[in-house]
């Protein structure tokens, strides 16, 4: 009985005392983001992207940023020409957007990113320790955009 009550005592000991959490064990740290990016998820009607630049100037750092979010729209490029002919609901906008290949894709994105891309929300900070500004910001394409540009295509082909 003795042993019983022994062990339960060294046990609720350690147990109180507190255990090490897994970021002591590990060392790692907690990176929180800039924006709430749950509230910026893409959907059938608009597109997001989280984009940072970083520049001793200001407007270097903003100009990054901007270049940026338009390379990571082109990444999207295939899901975004997509869910336009989906949306667009007409099956000659789906079969011309059927036989394009990505790089055409790319095109018609690019060409919302330069004319339509608008940011949402938008963070400049300054490192001290490095001298440089850094700007997070998420900017948004809508859809509606890409299915005029596609429409527009297809009376006007792109010319490469």
């Known amino acids: 009985m003795k042993k019983i009550l022994l062990t339960?005592?060294?046990l609720s000991i350690f147990t109180s005392c507190g255990s090490m959490k897994n970021k002591d064990?590990?060392?790692e740290k907690e990176i929180k983001s800039a924006f709430n990016m749950k509230k910026y998820e893409d959907n059938?009607?608009?597109f997001y992207v989280e984009a940072v630049g970083e520049h001793g100037y200001e407007s270097e750092a903003r100009q990054q940023n901007f270049e940026d979010a338009r390379l990571q729209f082109n990444l999207k490029a295939g899901a975004m020409v997509e869910t336009a002919a989906k949306r667009d609901g007409t099956n000659s906008l789906r079969n011309r957007v059927g036989t394009m290949d990505i790089e055409t894709k790319r095109t018609v994105v690019t060409r919302a990113a330069q004319s339509y891309m608008?940011?949402?929300?938008?963070?400049?900070?300054?490192?001290?320790?490095?001298?440089?500004?850094i700007y997070r910001?998420?900017?948004?394409?809508?859809?509606?955009?890409?299915?005029?540009?596609?429409?527009?295509?297809w009376k006007y082909p792109f010319v490469f």
Do not use: F, H
């Open 44 to 46: 059938d009607d608009i």
């Open 8 to 10: 339960a005592v060294i």
């Open 118 to 133: 608008k940011e949402a929300e938008g963070k400049m900070s300054y490192s001290e320790d490095r001298n440089v500004y």
């Open 137 to 153: 910001s998420v900017y948004t394409i809508e859809i509606d955009y890409i299915i005029e540009l596609l429409k527009a295509e």
């Open 25 to 27: 064990i590990t060392g």
